[in-house]
């Protein structure tokens, strides 16, 4: 790993719009991002810790948390002139690296252990796999959008089937996403 530098990415915006400011809420006595910073920055598996994003003052809270702290062009940071992918495209323009751990301060519970545990899988099977995410078990009765057709399960047989019987499967929880820098760069996109 010492030949490989693996970056960890980090971006937020002033503008979010479903709770506003939500980057900048405290957990536990420091900010999102700076929770962030700070797990990222003690896992042994990350070389270096970018924050990208278009606000001052989450500019100056990644700096002072140890970060290195990019502007992004507020183009990039406003949904309705970006999308995801020309979003990540700008960022990666904006760096240079071997990997990319792309992380989100709003999934404040992920630890380092578990960001060391993924990018050492990660480049364990790295050739098989040409990407990591993190996921999360779903196991649910589930309904079309309908509300009338269930969609892995028929409610009407003669025994009731829990969910811990029902197929399982995984629902991307936006966590942890790894993949090469030229390959992100190129697809514009979380995962390969």
């Not at 920055?41 to 140890?66: H, P, Q, T, W, Y």
């Not at 904006?94 to 992380?103: E, F, S």
């Not at 709003?106 to 996921?135: H, K, M, R, W």
């Amino acid at each position: 790993m010492n030949d490989i530098k693996i970056s960890a990415i980090i971006v937020a915006r002033k503008g979010s719009i479903r709770i506003p400011s939500k980057n900048l809420l405290k957990l536990g006595g420091e900010t999102l991002i700076e929770r962030k910073i700070r797990q990222l920055k003690s896992a042994k598996n990350i070389n270096r810790v970018i924050f990208g994003g278009d606000c001052d003052k989450m500019l100056e809270i990644a700096k002072n948390a140890g970060a290195e702290a990019i502007r992004r062009p507020d183009r990039f940071c406003d949904e309705k002139t970006a999308t995801a992918n020309d979003m990540i495209k700008n960022m990666m323009n904006l760096i240079k690296t071997d990997v990319v751990v792309w992380a989100h301060a709003t999934n404040p519970l992920i630890d380092a252990a578990t960001y060391d545990a993924a990018v050492q899988t990660f480049l364990d099977n790295f050739g098989e796999y040409d990407s990591l995410l993190s996921v999360v078990p779903l196991q649910e009765h589930l309904w079309d959008t309908d509300k009338k057709t269930p969609l892995n399960y028929n409610p009407y047989q003669k025994r009731h089937v829990p969910a811990r019987e029902l197929p399982k499967y995984y629902m991307q929880d936006g966590g942890i996403f790894i993949q090469p820098y030229e390959q992100m760069k190129k697809n514009g996109y979380f995962f390969g």
